[in-house]
């Protein structure tokens, strides 16, 4: 089991303590996992915007860049704190510098170009700047109350939802991703343990390993059309082949059936990240509200987002949510017939033959 040495911000008791005390974290241990930091985020987007206040709703966002900051940089609750929003961050990376040293400390952290462009487009806001007057100095018990508040809107522990089991969970994160532990290390400010010491990355290295990393993940958790990523839930053995299930990061599910070779050949396990892609014609496309008769392995509803179409052909674009959609591939006759038209509900039906896995990296 891959082991990180983390300092003792990674635990809920700890209050940022000025002396880093070098801890074995296990991969294993309990932090939210990848799709749930992604349901976490979503509850954090939906209550900014959820109230009709806009001076609500900007001091709502000043707390959702917060978390976002840490949930994507592991940075402290107090390096994110007492960022200058203005000079500290450019949309491509953000100066963190650590709490209790001054300027020849501080590293740059790689964001992805979403956040980066969110987090620009946010500061072009002149009313979102005046509320940045004083950057994100913000009471951290507050933002503690509203990060456990989050938290437990999900039906997660609240202490899972803290800022410092935030920033562990994107250590275990990124460790599971195959980024080398130098590399974490390095971004997260922490002390490098033996075994970094030894494998002599280089500071060029450790930079481009980690703008690749944030560059993949950026790329694999885009709502890319027919592609899910997300983590495998249940494996069920036969003799020959094999059914596989995963929860996407919107909390879809999506069944794939292959054969106990390929089971094998991929190494696939419970709680591993996946993705899973499905080809435009294998998809069918049912009308209504409800589904009966259907034994197809995958039943996802939705509502028709565009009509492309063709001479022969026509792409049916279904929006499952506001992050995922569906491209099906059917003629125009029997498009025309069915009679399929924008905004109508409909169900995306495919067999788990039609869904190939590509493990994560």
């Not at 940045?132 to 456990?148: C, E, H, I, Q, S």
């Not at 039943?299 to 049916?316: D, H, K, M, P, W």
């Amino acid at each position: 089991m891959t082991k990180l040495a983390i300092d003792a911000a990674f635990d809920p008791a700890a209050n940022d303590p000025v002396q880093a005390t070098q801890l074995p974290l296990s991969e294993d241990g309990p932090c939210l996992d990848t799709v749930q930091l992604a349901r976490l985020e979503r509850s954090f987007r939906n209550w900014t915007d959820g109230t009709p206040r806009r001076d609500i709703r900007l001091s709502r966002r000043r707390i959702l860049l917060i978390f976002l900051l840490i949930r994507y940089t592991g940075a402290k609750l107090n390096e994110i704190l007492q960022l200058n929003p203005f000079a500290d961050i450019n949309g491509q990376t953000v100066c963190i510098r650590a709490c209790e040293t001054e300027e020849p400390d501080a590293r740059t952290i790689v964001i992805a170009e979403p956040l980066g462009r969110e987090i620009e487009t946010a500061l072009l806001d002149p009313e979102f700047r005046r509320i940045l007057t004083n950057g994100f100095a913000v009471d951290p018990a507050f933002v503690r109350r509203k990060f456990y508040e989050r938290a437990e809107s999900c039906g997660f522990a609240k202490n899972l939802g803290g800022p410092e089991m935030i920033r562990r969970a994107r250590a275990v994160e990124l460790m599971r991703g195959n980024m080398p532990l130098p590399a974490v290390q390095k971004l997260l400010g922490l002390a490098p343990s033996q075994t970094a010491v030894h494998a002599s990355f280089s500071e060029e290295e450790l930079l481009q390993a980690t703008q690749q990393f944030i560059k993949r993940e950026s790329s694999r958790k885009t709502s890319a059309r027919n592609s899910f990523f997300g983590k495998i839930i249940a494996i069920e053995r036969g003799d020959v082949q094999a059914r596989i299930t995963l929860i996407n990061l919107d909390g879809h599910q999506v069944t794939s059936i292959i054969t106990i070779e390929s089971l094998n050949r991929l190494g696939l396990r419970l709680g591993q990240l996946i993705t899973a892609e499905v080809k435009a014609p294998w998809i069918m496309l049912q009308r209504g509200r409800t589904l009966s008769g259907c034994s197809a392995d995958n039943r996802l509803q939705g509502e028709i987002a565009r009509i492309n179409r063709g001479t022969v052909n026509s792409e049916c674009v279904v929006r499952l949510d506001t992050h995922t959609e569906l491209c099906a591939l059917i003629s125009t006759n029997e498009s025309e017939n069915a009679g399929f038209a924008v905004g109508e509900q409909v169900w995306a039906i495919f067999n788990g033959f039609a869904v190939i896995l590509h493990a994560d990296d």
